[in-house]
């Protein structure tokens, strides 16, 4: 019997050590390293499927090229497990690292560069490469004449996000209940001792909310308020084109965001325009101009995208939307809150696929009460705003 099904009348009360809520990438890879560490681990989600809110809306990129030593660390160790994924849980994530290139076409690029890649060096990154214009163009053809400077990582690069939440639940041998949501907490002397669901009641040594979006209705429901953000994220997909390079990188105009990169024949591009937040959705509209603003956006620095757009037809393109969940500092909330027996592992942003390993595991050592150092403390002080946790 698969232990990802939907359970029924004989399966509550269930009794676990740690409870999950919440079936995307991060509840997944949540589970993955419990189990790992001896607990007896549930799963419960809402939908009939994991990974099919934000985590399935995902470009499913990811990267070690970033400003700060903890989320370089954090995002080497991720990589390092994508790539031995396959040994460690027998699944094929389809990993890809044809690597990550941020260019520019500022005057003062080049500088602007070697400033910001000497300092991941002195964070660790050493296998990044800092190029000048020139030497961009002669390694990526495509590359428009105004670009001043690039820098590249070669073990940057993207998977299958299905397979890797997938991956991580079977992999975790944890129970996974599908098409149950929780509706509640159970509370007994101030203590989360588990949770409803239409279904029945779980009782649960700990709790941990890896809900996404809704991460912070969950949190509320037990008196526990989150100064999370939900901001709508677009991305459209491309059907194969043969002037689209099948082995470019991801490509990332530094100047303004926008980015694509090859998905078998075809491309992925996103392009975020600052949104105001709203309430977690279900489902996440799209703007039918989205995929003519991305297109334009990607040209600058990429010009064969205006020979491809004139041309395309709506059938060529997949337009998809789901919700950033954001803490005011953009890192992840990781670990304990004020309320006994509830956790958190949430708030990832734009990277939750990219993080989720080292999250995962971050989190699992934090529960445990292994000494770490935990640069996401949920109780963190933000600057613009209140502390978190009542
Ligand atoms: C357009 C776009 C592009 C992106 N590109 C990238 C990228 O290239 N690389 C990267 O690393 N990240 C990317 N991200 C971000 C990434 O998708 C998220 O950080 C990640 O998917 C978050 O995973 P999660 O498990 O926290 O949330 P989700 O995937 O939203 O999972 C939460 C789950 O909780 C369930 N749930 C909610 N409430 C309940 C309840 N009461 N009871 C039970 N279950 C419940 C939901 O149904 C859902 O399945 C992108 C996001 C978007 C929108």
């Not at 005057?107 to 002195?122: I, L």
């Not at 073990?155 to 996000?161: C, F, M, N, P, S």
């Not at 491809?308 to 500092?329: F, K, N, S």
């Not at 670990?335 to 990277?351: K, P, Q, R």
Request: hydrophobic content about 45%.
């Amino acid at each position: 019997m698969s232990q990802i099904f939907i359970p029924d009348a004989r399966d509550f009360p269930a009794i676990t050590d740690l409870l999950i809520v919440g079936g995307g990438v991060i509840g997944a890879a949540t589970a993955f390293y419990a189990a790992r560490a001896g607990l007896q681990t549930l799963v419960v989600e809402k939908r009939a499927a994991l990974g099919e809110l934000t985590t399935s809306a995902s470009l499913a990129a990811f990267r070690a090229q970033f400003a700060e030593p903890e989320n370089i660390a954090l995002m080497k160790e991720s990589i390092e497990v994508f790539e031995n994924f396959c040994a460690l849980t027998g699944v094929d994530i389809g990993i890809r690292q044809q690597g990550y290139l941020f260019v520019t076409t500022a005057p003062d690029g080049w500088e602007k560069s070697r400033a910001r890649v000497e300092q991941q060096k002195s964070f660790g990154l050493e296998d990044i490469e800092l190029l000048t214009g020139d030497e961009a163009r002669a390694r990526f053809s495509f590359l428009a004449s105004a670009v001043t400077a690039a820098t590249f990582r070669q073990r940057d690069g993207w998977l299958a996000a299905h397979e890797l939440t997938y991956g991580y639940a079977r992999a975790s041998g944890a129970r996974v209940f599908l098409e149950t949501p929780v509706t509640a907490w159970r509370i007994e002397a101030g203590r989360v001792t588990g949770a409803v669901t239409p279904r029945g009641e779980i009782r649960a040594a700990h709790s941990v909310i890896a809900a996404g979006p809704f991460s912070g209705i969950l949190a509320h429901r037990a008196g526990v308020v989150l100064p999370l953000a939900n901001v709508r994220r677009q991305q459209v997909t491309l059907r194969a084109h043969p002037r689209i390079p099948r082995d470019a990188p991801m490509v990332v105009d530094a100047d303004t965001g926008a980015h694509w990169r090859p998905e078998g024949a075809g491309a992925v591009l996103a392009w975020s325009r600052p949104e105001p937040p709203g309430e977690p959705l279900e489902y996440v509209p799209t703007d039918w101009d989205f995929p003519a603003r991305v297109l334009d956006g990607v040209a600058r620095v990429a010009p064969f995208w205006n020979e491809i757009t004139p041309r395309l037809a709506r059938a060529d393109l997949a337009r998809v939307a789901g919700q950033y969940t954001e803490a005011p500092d953009a890192n992840p909330l990781i670990g304990a809150t004020a309320v006994e027996g509830l956790w958190l592992n949430t708030a990832y942003g734009g990277h939750g696929v990219m993080m989720s390993a080292a999250g995962a595991r971050l989190f699992v050592d934090v529960l445990l009460g292994k000494r770490v150092e935990n640069p996401f403390p949920v109780n963190r002080d933000f600057a613009h705003g209140e502390r978190m946790v009542l």
